[in-house]
């Protein structure tokens, strides 16, 4: 049977102890299975790492300082899968040590991540920048509202457009960016020179095909942590650069590109309801929002919207579109987009899917083959998000049951679409 946490406390200084002291052999110095075994007994562990913490992660920190040294006088390594293993032990300390939010332990951790990330990125070592910077991030989602003015002197740093050059960087350095603009919105928007940075990195991305779903990403965070008052400063022009890249894109494309602009219109108007972007798009030309619903958001939903946070995006923000704002309930493609939005609520089995289903964790494989290639992204599985920071709409736990209640309103608010809305509530069994 497999060892469980109680077993483990006992020996656990003395086991992690006798596995460092392997490393002392020249035959064993990059062993990566010896590593692979110090982070399943973190994760086993669990909260009882944090009594060996500063131990434990000051070892791993000095192993990659020494790596770093060799990489600067060019001597290549001989295992990258060993590095990959410090690298999501140092991710499950971070992950088990900060479990509850502890402000003290999350400094603790930035105390010993931090300098070392620095090197890295000063020193241009690409080996290590998307390893880094998924660390840095994850410390810094586990930050409360207070955020050290460390975080902020970086920041500029990582909004050069070179290291968003290497495709390795790309997923990392946008997950971290997110985390900016949400832990740091006030601090970020206060400083106009910086966010003005921000806003030129998201017109840099977009213009992209390989990196306008990273644009989008930032964006959709500025959506959700950025005051709308805001908005009319910035949002008009990158609204007209992502329009500007639709109509380039081929007329029958249902591609990446598609699929975020549906999202990214859609969070809009769940976030902040449907007038602003309606307003909007009508300055670009009259009727634009109609016709952009009638011809590509409601035929293409479908087929470009499948993951399943971004269909309840979609869902919620379509339905705000088309039962709270009296201009679209004029619109001559009410029925049918209406009739896309309740599609995609459906279930595999038919029925109305009324509640959102968490599947089990994934049981993560660590056996695979690493390589330092610029264009490869190695996720480390230690620091991946919890489920509940990628939902931007935590105050709609079920999209069926808000589908519901806003056709509800709609039907007293506008009679007309009474008979409409019955039918659609027959044939999807809504209630």
């Known amino acids: 049977p497999r060892v469980g946490r109680s077993d483990l406390q006992p020996m656990l200084q003395a086991l992690l102890t006798n596995l460092f002291s392997c490393f002392n052999h020249e035959a064993s110095k990059e062993n990566p299975h010896i590593m692979k075994t110090v982070m399943r007994v973190v994760n086993v562990a669990q909260g009882d790492a944090v009594a060996v913490g500063p131990m434990l992660v000051g070892k791993l920190t000095g192993m990659l300082g020494e790596f770093c040294k060799a990489f600067a006088q060019g001597i290549s390594p001989k295992n990258p899968a060993f590095h990959h293993y410090i690298f999501e032990t140092l991710a499950a300390m971070t992950k088990h040590i900060c479990a509850s939010g502890d ?3 999350v400094s603790t951790m930035e105390g010993l991540i931090l300098p070392p990330f620095q090197t890295v990125m000063q020193q241009d070592i690409t080996e290590f920048q998307p390893y880094f910077v998924q660390l840095v991030a994850q ?4 930050r409360g509202d207070s955020i050290p003015d460390q975080y902020l002197q970086i920041l500029p740093s990582l ?3 070179s290291l968003w050059a290497s495709k390795a960087n790309q997923p990392a350095l946008t997950r971290l960016i997110k985390a900016y603009v949400k832990r740091c919105s006030a601090a970020i928007v206060g400083n106009q020179a910086l966010f003005h ?3 030129g990195l998201i017109q840099f991305l977009m213009m992209s095909k390989m990196t306008d779903h990273n644009a ?4 959709n965070s500025i959506l959700c942590y950025v005051p709308s008052s805001k908005f009319p400063e910035f949002l008009p022009v990158l609204t007209n650069a992502a329009l500007d890249r639709f109509q380039k894109l081929p007329e029958k494309s249902n591609g990446k590109f598609l699929r975020c602009l ?6 809009y108007i769940a976030k902040h309801g449907p007038e602003m972007l309606l307003n909007q798009l009508e300055g670009v030309q009259a009727g634009l929002l109609e016709q952009f619903l009638t011809h590509v958001w409601a035929p293409k939903l479908a087929l470009v919207v499948t993951d399943a946070t971004d269909k309840k995006i979609c869902q919620v923000g379509m339905c705000r579109l088309l039962c709270e704002c009296p201009k679209a309930w004029t619109f001559g493609c009410w029925a049918s987009a209406m009739d896309a939005t309740c599609k995609s609520l459906q279930s595999r089995a038919g029925g109305m ?3 959102s289903v968490v599947g089990a964790e994934d049981d993560v494989d660590f056996d695979f083959l690493v390589s330092y290639n610029n264009s490869s992204y190695m996720a480390l599985a230690n620091a991946a998000q919890d489920k509940s920071e990628l939902d931007p709409l935590p105050d709609v736990p079920d999209a069926g049951r808000f589908l519901v209640e ?3 309103q709609a039907a007293a608010q506008a009679p007309q679409l009474a008979p409409t809305i019955n039918q659609l509530a027959q044939t999807y069994q809504l209630s």
């Open 353 to 355: 899917n009324m509640a």
């Open 103 to 105: 402000a003290a332990a």
């Open 262 to 267: 549906l999202v990214f219109f859609s969070l």
């Open 216 to 219: 989008f990403g930032i964006l």
């Open 159 to 161: 909004l050069q457009q």
């Open 406 to 408: 806003r056709l509800q």
């Open 139 to 142: 410390l810094l989602e586990r």
């Open 197 to 199: 940075q921000i806003l």
